[in-house]
């Protein structure tokens, strides 16, 4: 936040202004704590440790290289979270893209955290990540995942360090080209979703939606699907309960 104010002299001249403006630290602190996310959630989100966010946030670092992935998942302007240049963050009019004021930042629930977690014990969770399938069940090609992993596989490049990644193999072919039926998606809990990439829509009656984001308002959540024909459609803020990107597939 910026303030102003002016030391006046006797006779109403002005002799000088003074000006308050954050720190790094503390334009990082309101930002993640707008998003909802703990320290460790915003390191994870970015493949680093919770020590460099805290030593950011105790003001012993003053600039980093880690700014741009920073303010990506955190969903503000990269040169206000650096310097405190410009708004806070950036509203895309003509997209229909609303970053400001989000309701919920979708990127963690109790409901899918068990179901992920669950599919861990015992494993190895440094070399191996669980994949989920779902059975088709409901409207707008909606899934529901199965209980357990069918299968494990090497953690790839991406997902190095997210503990929580897991993968997602595809049923049905309503994203056909994007995604094929078997195919094996890869997925991080805690990237921040960004127009023209896949997710995962976990709802909160339990059914999942795997489909291309296009963009968020306040209100809905608006996908696309390009089978039987292409066509975008909204899913209410209020069904959602996670949303989880894409960062990509196994090779077939």
């Known amino acids: 936040m910026l303030s102003t104010g002016t030391f006046v002299e006797r006779g109403g001249k002005e002799t000088c202004m003074f000006r308050f403006m954050q720190t790094f630290a503390e334009r990082l602190r309101e930002a993640r704590e707008a998003k909802g996310l703990s320290q460790s959630a915003l390191a994870r989100a970015i493949d680093k440790s919770a020590q460099a966010i805290q030593a950011i946030e105790a003001g012993r670092v003053q600039s980093s290289r880690l700014t741009p992935q920073i303010a990506e998942v955190l ?57 989920l399938a779902a059975a088709r069940g409901g409207d707008d090609q909606e899934m529901f995942v199965d209980d357990g992993p069918i299968d494990w596989v090497p953690r790839p490049g991406p997902l190095v360090g997210v503990l929580e990644a897991y993968a997602m193999q595809v049923t049905g072919t309503s994203m056909v080209p994007m995604y094929k039926p078997g195919q094996v998606l890869w997925v991080n809990p805690f990237k921040h979703p960004v127009p023209g990439k896949g997710v995962i829509i976990w709802k909160r009656n339990k059914a999942i939606l795997v489909k291309e984001f296009v963009r968020r308002t306040r209100d809905h959540i608006y996908l696309l699907e390009y089978a039987p024909e292409a066509r975008t459609f909204a899913v209410a803020v209020g069904e959602v309960e996670a949303i989880h990107v894409i960062v990509g597939l196994e090779d077939q």
């Open 75 to 131: 969903g503000v302007n990269a040169l206000w979270l650096s310097e405190g240049t410009g708004e806070m963050v950036t509203i895309a009019k003509d997209s229909g893209i609303i970053n400001q004021e989000q309701p919920t930042t979708f990127q963690s629930s109790e409901m899918v955290d068990a179901v992920i977690s669950s599919a861990r014990i015992g494993r190895d969770q440094r070399d191996l990540i669980p994949v």
